[in-house]
Nanobody
């Protein structure tokens, strides 16, 4: 079973920065997609950013130029958030897809980390 642990959320003023981290644990054979989603109160969960095994990235229009997703070889994915706005306030979730032992393909979610942008 693959588990994800997120960290790095918190309270920040508008214009500030935060860096979210997500670490995957388990017997992971390979990781394909790694993504960050967010869900604000009363709204649906939305894709914020994603990165493929080859390093290709895509971003929601609302965060382009302000957020950067990256991954390392140690089963971690990061989301660097800059120029934060109050509308970025949400619970941020990490999602990782790949294959592992003994279950094979997996599609795991983290527990979420709260980001609040407020003065």
């Amino acid at each position: 079973q693959v588990q994800l642990v997120e960290s790095g959320g918190g309270l920040v003023q508008p214009g500030g920065s935060l860096r979210l981290s997500c670490a995957a644990s388990g017997i992971i054979l390979n990781i394909n997609h790694m993504s960050w989603y967010r869900q604000a109160p009363g709204k649906q969960r939305e894709l914020v950013a994603a990165i493929s095994s080859g390093g290709s990235t895509n971003y929601a229009d609302s965060v382009k130029g302000r957020f950067t997703i990256s991954r390392d070889n140690a089963k971690k994915v990061y989301l660097q958030m800059s120029s934060l706005k109050p509308e970025d306030t949400a619970l941020y979730y990490c999602n990782v897809q790949g294959s592992s032992l003994p279950s094979g393909r997996f599609d795991s979610w983290g527990q979420g980390t709260q980001v609040t942008v407020s003065s």
